[in-house]
């Protein structure tokens, strides 16, 4: 069965720190692999995509790797501001039966100042 | 462009009343999809069109549940009769061109069943 796997659950930090969250997935073959940013009472914004051929892509202080062959994706936070308290949700995306997404269950990432 | 926009952005209701959620989609979006969000099993696909024609209602846990699209800028997601169990935060999100396109989510609708 295809899954989505993130860590940690849930995550505290300090305002100012940096912080990795992690993705496994079993789907395969991909498309592609999103990390959307669920804020409290909003609904998710795409934060990066990422295809099969790549490795990096940052968006601001937001860097997401990808490793497809042992099928890991991580999401890294630079310089955490309070802002970044929400959670976090790994998407991706089947490439057959009609490249369905498979959702994780997000992790719940809270800043303190 | 103002977003997906949805409504009710919350309802309270009794057991057994019938439950009606709106959502209009980004213009020119072909796509629009309906999930259902709760702490036990995360965002769930409920239902997708794609040019106003239901593709993949396999998500659609009963026949309580049921959603239509009468054209490109409107669609309900009803439920009747509501349970308990149905209580959620339900998403409608719609993309440009392909099921790989990127979600834009609405803001929800927070459902609470008595």
């Known amino acids: 069965k295809n899954q989505v796997e993130q860590s940690p659950q849930s995550l505290i930090i300090l305002e100012g720190k940096n912080c990795t969250l992690q993705c496994n997935y079993t789907v395969s073959p991909f498309s592609n692999l999103r990390w959307y940013k669920q804020d409290t009472g909003r609904g998710p914004v795409s934060l990066t995509i990422m295809t099969f051929s790549e490795n990096t892509k940052s968006n601001g202080r937001y860097t997401a790797t990808l490793d497809a062959d042992t099928k890991q994706s991580s999401l890294h936070i630079t310089a955490s501001q309070l802002s970044d308290s929400a959670s976090y949700i790994c998407v991706v995306s089947e490439k057959e039966y009609g490249n369905k997404l498979v959702f994780g269950a997000g992790t719940i990432l809270r800043v303190k100042s | ?114």
């Open chain 2, 1 to 114: 462009d103002a977003g997906v926009i949805q409504s009710p952005r919350h309802e309270v209701t009794e057991m057994g009343q019938e439950v009606t959620l709106r959502c209009k989609p980004i213009s020119g979006h072909d796509y629009l999809f309906w999930y259902r969000q709760t702490m036990m099993r995360g965002l769930e696909l409920l239902i997708y069109f794609n040019n106003n024609v239901p593709i993949d209602d396999s998500g659609m846990p009963e026949d309580r549940f049921s959603a239509k699209m009468p054209n490109a800028s409107f669609s309900t997601l009803k439920i009747q009769p509501s349970e308990p169990r149905d209580s959620a935060v339900y998403f409608c999100a719609s993309s440009l061109e392909t099921y790989t396109g990127e979600l834009f989510f609405g803001e929800g609708s927070r459902l609470t069943v008595l």
